[in-house]
């Protein structure tokens, strides 16, 4: 349907059919006042035919001496008596009907005019005649209906001589006669409807050609804009002007977002790509095309991405449209540069994802500095682990070589002999100890993974360690109900909670009390075994330090301990954390994965 029908349409439901209702209510409301004023007449005739009957049927009788004569002859007496009376009434009034009814004969007396209906003189009504009510409750009733005249309008009035009715009279008139006198005024309604939709079918054709004829224009005007999107609507009078206003402040915003867009796009450093979720190109910056020569603005713009890009570039492109949300980045070598590109999600003002915009930075220069700031820090730290061993090996050879002067002194004791032999072992596995845990910290070994229950291994090194010097063995508290398996070198891993304890321990012993307590959560992908341990605590200026091969806060420490437990903990992809107050308590963090990758199964 065009929009005109629809206008009419609407129209005829909001207000014609309106009009109608109420155009039925005018009918109802005409008919019922014509068969009001019908009503009083007809009772006004049956009221005066009242007022004509002088006494009652038995006084005519009486006045005739025919009192005691037949059924049939005391009506034939009554109709001459009173038939001049309802012929005369009638006669007066065009298309009316008037008669008296005998209560005592159950006879039709006198029906006017009798031209017409003197045939139903001496008939008696139907046991179901409201006039057997009228004469009943002796109160006036109207009756509409069929009944000897047809349709009609029947005014039936009682007839009541002291306290008794004797019959009822009544007066009827057609109900044709009412509907011809309705017609005329319904026509005239109903040609002032059919006048008023005419009007109205004409005022609505104009006003929506006109109308239509705008939008054209306006419609017009938008197709010009996809191919100038710089261009203005022209102006429209009347309403439809605000359409056009407002589509041309439109037309102005968004070219004034394109171009600080396009101007802060181009401003940036980095390269940066747009693709919509088919997977075209929808925007480069300038940055891009340095980085990527061999590709242009005008063959890339609109462009699948499989077929612009190839191998790495390819796959970080397709992950990033497939998987919504930010992407880590990820380095690729692009002939002689390294770029590094991440992602994220390009969504619109109401959180509708559009596609992904990805950043290119080309990185091959700090990826230089950065190894070379690697290499110095390594030799730095080398050097400085070298002067730290030297003083490590240092010392206890020096207590070796004076021990091994004072064995070839003469004249030395037996006993003497012995304590220096033992001084001079325990130095020389000291240094052995100290050279054995370099190697394990400076060495790769292959880790040999298999499931287990971590808390059974924690036990385990718990139980091996005499704890009588701090007041008991820790207590391990864990989630209930949580699944402690994980894929884990368990040789190593023992390792790393042997030396954990070990600190714990001593660092409980070290303050003269306290408690150690181990605190175990798990869930779907790692394990977390919490160490705390209520002893001296770490300074502030030492917890940096700790984990830093060669420093330790203990006398007799070589400070490798904990820092090849971190690397046992990061070859199998998890991690060691250390929190401490000084005076108060330490807590190591151990994290383990449940899966152990591939990647690290060397360590």
């Known amino acids: 349907m065009n929009l005109t029908t629809k206008l009419l349409i609407l129209i005829f439901l909001s207000v014609l059919f309106p009009i109608l209702v109420f155009s039925y209510f005018i009918k109802s409301e005409i008919t019922g006042s014509i068969l009001r004023e019908k009503e009083d007449k007809l009772f006004g005739l049956a009221r005066q035919l009242d007022r004509h009957l002088t006494g009652s049927f038995e006084d005519i009788l009486r006045k005739r001496g025919a009192l005691e004569e037949s059924r049939e002859r005391k009506i034939a007496i009554l109709n001459e008596e009173l038939r001049a009376i309802t012929d005369a009434v009638a006669s007066g009034n065009a298309g009316v009907g008037v008669g008296y009814y005998g209560k005592d004969l159950d006879a039709i007396l006198t029906y006017g005019p009798s031209a017409e209906f003197q045939y139903t003189v001496g008939q008696s009504i139907s046991a179901s005649h409201r006039g057997r009510d009228v004469m009943a409750e002796g109160k006036p009733l109207v009756q509409q209906g069929m009944l000897v005249r047809g349709n009609i309008l029947n005014c039936m009035w009682p007839i009541v001589r002291g306290e008794r009715t004797i019959g009822y009279i009544w007066a009827n008139e057609t109900l044709d006669q009412v509907a011809a006198q309705i017609m005329p005024i319904l026509q005239r309604i109903y040609g002032l409807l059919m006048l008023i939709f005419m009007l ?46 407002t589509i041309n402040e439109l037309v102005d915003n968004m070219n004034f977002v394109k171009c600080y867009n396009k101007n802060v796009l181009e401003s940036v450093w980095n390269g940066v790509l747009a693709v919509d979720l088919d997977g075209r190109v ?34 970080i492109l397709r ?23 991440y992602g994220n999600s390009m969504i619109d003002e109401d959180g509708i994802r559009l596609g992904a915009v990805f950043v290119f930075r080309d990185v091959t220069v700090a990826r230089k500095y950065e190894q070379e700031v690697k290499e110095k820090e390594r030799a730095l730290a080398l050097g400085e682990m070298a002067l730290g061993v030297v003083h490590e090996v240092k010392n206890p050879l020096t207590s070796v070589k004076g021990f091994a002067q004072l064995l070839t002194r003469p004249g030395i004791t037996e006993g003497k002999r012995t304590e220096y032999a033992r001084l001079i072992d325990s130095e020389l596995n000291r240094v052995n100890r100290l050279l054995n845990e370099m190697l394990a910290f400076g060495g790769k070994s292959r880790l040999e993974p298999h499931r287990c229950d971590l808390l059974s291994l924690l036990s385990g090194r718990i139980d091996a360690r005499d704890w009588s010097g701090v007041g008991g063995k820790p207590e391990v508290r864990v989630s209930a109900g ?18 954990v304890l070990k600190n714990a321990q001593d660092a409980v012993a070290a303050k003269g009390s306290g408690r150690v307590l181990v605190l175990g959560r798990s869930d779907g992908r790692k394990v977390c075994l919490c160490f705390v341990d209520l002893g001296v605590g770490i300074r502030g200026e030492d917890l940096e330090k700790v984990g830093i091969p060669l420093f330790s806060t203990k006398s007799d420490g070589t400070g490798l301990g904990l820092a090849i437990s971190r690397k046992i903990l990061e070859a ?12 108060f308590y330490t807590k190591v963090t151990v994290t383990v994965p449940k899966t152990l990758n591939a990647k690290e199964a060397c360590q």
């Open 282 to 315: 929808s925007r480069a910056n300038r940055a891009f095309f340095q980085l990527f020569t061999s590709l242009d603005e005008g063959s890339l713009i609109g462009r699948d991405y499989r077929d612009a890009f190839d191998g790495r570039i390819r796959d």
């Open 572 to 583: 199998h992809g998890g991690a060691l954390d250390i929190q401490s107050k000084h005076g």
């Open 200 to 245: 109205i079918y004409a005022s609505v054709t104009i006003s929506t050609r006109t109308l239509l004829d705008k939008i054209y224009r306006i419609k017009k005007g938008i197709e010009v804009l996809f191919v100038k999107p710089t261009a203005h609507l022209p102006p429209i009078k009347g309403e439809l002007s605000i359409i056009v206003d």
């Open 319 to 341: 992950d990033g449209l497939d998987v919504p949300g930010f992407h880590p980045s990820t380095e690729v070598l692009l002939r002689s540069k390294r770029l590094e590109i």
């Open 482 to 499: 949580r699944s402690f398996n994980a894929t884990v070198d368990a040789v190593k891993l023992s390792q790393v909670f042997d030396n």
